[in-house]
């Protein structure tokens, strides 16, 4: 498939929100046969009392007895980016490189990708969609010897598929250190036998439970952020535009008029280079137990002011057809909290507020983030230390809500740990003052700087909601 | 300026010849000048005689007293890429980020680049062209506390200049750790003094030096290789092609005619994210008095079969108008190595065999590399290790040869590290069978990769050697 007929079949799946289940209430009446959320039992356990998880010495940190899976690591941060120059914190060291794989058929005409109903321990209400295969390396390479994730061959051997998109992207850079994931959609051009947790789903359908809160897990929102709307290097199309609203129109809009972005692909990357090369951060490895202002319990580790986020563990019974029962360690995570996207109308084209950030897991320094992302806390507005630009995700004279909805991170690393999702579109005239670390981007140069790995996960799931059909109300 | 105007600024001057030096006897007049080496005196010294340098413990390494500069360090590569999986070698580790700046400004209509004739004491001939800035962290924020180099406040304070071009580019990966520099290109729109070591050249100019053996040094190419000659995201401009050689046209569509690449966008990142997710290379520092096959001594470090490189001691004694001395390591190079592209028309555009490479320093593992890079041992053609493709680059029945010169190695790090540059076309009809971690890319491809940091060091200063006016001979 060529690029050009890919954006087509793509930008064609995504208005489609009848496919292999006719309508939406199909779809939700599959996912909800799936939700039976008694098969799955997640209970609270001691860190002390987790089987085969346990503190490991030199330096202090949480791992699993046979070495594999991830480690709990304590970390020092020190850095001249931002309000506080040092602090300590537990992180995710996961040093895989894992993939997120949608299969994708044509079927009828229509692009379908395979989406699982997946159970996961952290999540609020455990049964999620997720792309076709999450499967970490050791899945993949098979050195655990158990089974391989399905329909895991058509990403890992070349000739059963074809590639349409594979990239490196990072993850959460506060909770993991230097994680990525390859984020794969492959095309097959047969059919293939579909597990009973497995069902095709067409973009549109997809984009529409994106609207719902907590339905569409972080896997396969960072998948579909890759997918573009439309192709950046086409002129625009006016017969696409026929019977879009006008939100869906400027966003289709902001992919493909390269001729109408504010700053040029060349000032884009001077900005981010620019960044990387002003602010700093060192992270230097420390033992759990020498972490400043953090206690460490047989029970759980947590910041002593109560807030941020925990360490915990769980104990996982899974009554499917292949009994299993595992524990694990997950952080915690209190409350919600926000990860907005300010847009606006410039030169003629929805442009998006993007800020510079700077975690202790980034592998490369400056990352291109959402207008704001804060954990809880911080998005209690009115607080001295709220961010930036707070104001216009609570004040709805500021702007328009053109999207809303919670949606979780990671349920398999995560304990309930959601977020708002916002997108906010401020009016033509208003002046934005943002300083230098902020910049306007159209969404093609948004697509454009992801496929290199330079947008972050928060941004990326943001992203991964626009472009929806809307429901008339 | 914007996007457009710049490239068609940079078009324009590719193909003067002709500017503030009315032609290239004035050039080189001017070079031949400058060219006085007896002001420059480098000795051989020993490692153990070096002023301020010397071996440091824990683990073994040779570095500055003052903690400063760079520091030469030990390390072991385990490898499941390529033909030898293991060995040790010393490695410069220099983790700061420095700048390497063009300043540019139109002068009768022509964009000049101020380049500086600089003499380095590990260049064969002392003397080369210099970007108007190379600079280390140290020198820009002044820890040292010396002089700033002329120029760098353009690259530096915000307003004095517009930023065209600013992007992170590796360096060496088998030479240095992690090496990143800033390559920059900053536009005045005044006059500027001009020193006497410095002076106003076209981009045709610096190209046509470019076609002559060691004159535009390391740092200068690899900031000429990522001003593109023509646009890829713009159609080809038919007037443009007037008076260009057959090559030059080929050159020129192969940068903007993104409608006949053999591969997508996407299907290139799918083939570099494939090749940084299947290969793996794992660096562990090592004392230099532990490295298999190699020798320290109070003179050098040499391998014991005397091939690769070794590490001596100069003493540089600068008789300029601020008479300098110094002292410092260099890694010494016999011989030269080949750096070479084969080039093809394939669906009417030129294609380059690109070859994913894994170098020790290198910062995210594959990078995209030129078709052959080797050293001078591997060169000799006829070993059996020599690499794939090489019998293209010395037998002149298997292909045309569009560019061949000696270039050099960066002159304060490396001593006579020289490589000879090569170019071959090879005819439409032929088939080259290419194992999958070689790929054809359109220059519009390499550039755009290029762009985010993907192409070496030894492959973008291959391509900054393209787009030379041909001299009629």
Redesign the interface.
């Known amino acids: 498939m060529?690029?050009a007929a890919?954006r087509l079949a793509f930008s064609r799946s995504c208005r489609a929100l009848s496919g292999v289940f006719p309508d939406m209430e199909a779809v939700m009446a599959w996912f909800a046969a799936k939700d039976r959320r008694d098969r799955f039992e997640v209970r609270r356990a001691s860190l002390a009392a987790l089987d085969q998880w346990g503190f490991l010495p030199g330096p202090l940190r949480l791992g699993h007895r046979s070495g594999k899976f991830f480690t709990i690591e304590g970390i020092r941060v020190e850095t001249d980016f931002g309000p506080i120059p040092s602090w300590d914190q537990p992180i995710i060291n996961q040093p895989e490189?894992g993939i997120l794989g949608l299969l994708a058929r044509e079927i009828d005409g229509v692009l379908h990708f395979l989406m699982q109903a997946k159970m996961e321990p952290g999540n609020v209400n455990v049964l999620q969609l997720s792309p076709t295969v999450q499967a970490t390396r050791s899945n993949y390479s098979r050195v655990h010897g158990g089974h391989a994730p399905r329909y895991l061959e058509y990403f890992t051997e070349p000739g059963l598929a074809e590639?349409?998109?594979?990239?490196?992207q990072p993850e959460q850079g506060a909770r993991f250190l230097r994680k990525r994931n390859?984020n794969?959609v492959v095309l097959v051009s047969h059919d293939v036998p579909v597990h009973e947790d497995f069902a095709w789903m067409t973009l549109g359908q997809v984009k529409d439970l994106l609207t719902r809160d907590n339905i569409v897990n972080m896997d396969a929102r960072t998948v579909v952020s890759l997918i573009p709307l439309a192709d950046p290097?086409e002129p625009s199309d006016a017969a696409r535009l026929e019977g879009l609203s006008p939100f869906r129109r400027d966003v289709y809009l902001s992919f493909c008029r390269?001729d109408r972005e504010r700053h040029?692909?060349?000032?884009v990357?001077?900005w981010l280079?620019?960044g990387?090369?002003a602010a700093s951060m060192r992270v230097s490895p420390l033992p759990l137990d020498g972490l400043r202002g953090w206690s460490v319990t047989e029970d759980a580790i947590r910041h002593e002011t109560g807030l941020y986020f925990s360490v915990i563990g769980v104990d996982v019974t899974a009554h499917t057809r292949e009994a299993t029962r595992w524990s694990q360690p997950l952080l915690h995570h209190e409350g919600l909290g926000l990860v907005g996207f300010l847009c606006q109308s410039q030169w003629g084209v929805l442009h998006f507020l993007v800020r510079g950030s700077l975690e202790p897991g980034n592998?490369?320094g400056m990352e291109i983030g959402p207008t704001v992302a804060c954990s809880e806390v911080a998005a209690r507005s009115g607080r001295v230390c709220a961010p930036q630009f707070l104001e216009y995700f609570f004040d709805s004279a500021l702007g328009a809500v053109r999207y809303d909805a919670v949606q979780s991170e990671e349920g398999g690393r995560f304990h309930h740990f959601q977020n708002r999702y916002m997108i906010v579109e401020i009016s033509p005239g208003t002046v934005v003052d943002a300083p230098g670390h902020y910049l306007w981007l159209t969404l093609g140069q948004l697509w454009r700087m992801a496929?290199?790995g330079?947008v972050n996960i928060e941004a990326r799931n943001l992203l991964a909601c626009l472009g929806a059909v809307e429901r008339t109300p």
């Open positions: 060529s690029t890919a490189v590639v349409l998109l594979d990239q490196l390859r794969m290097d390269s040029t692909m060349d000032a990357m001077g280079t620019m990387k090369a592998r490369d496929r290199h330079h």
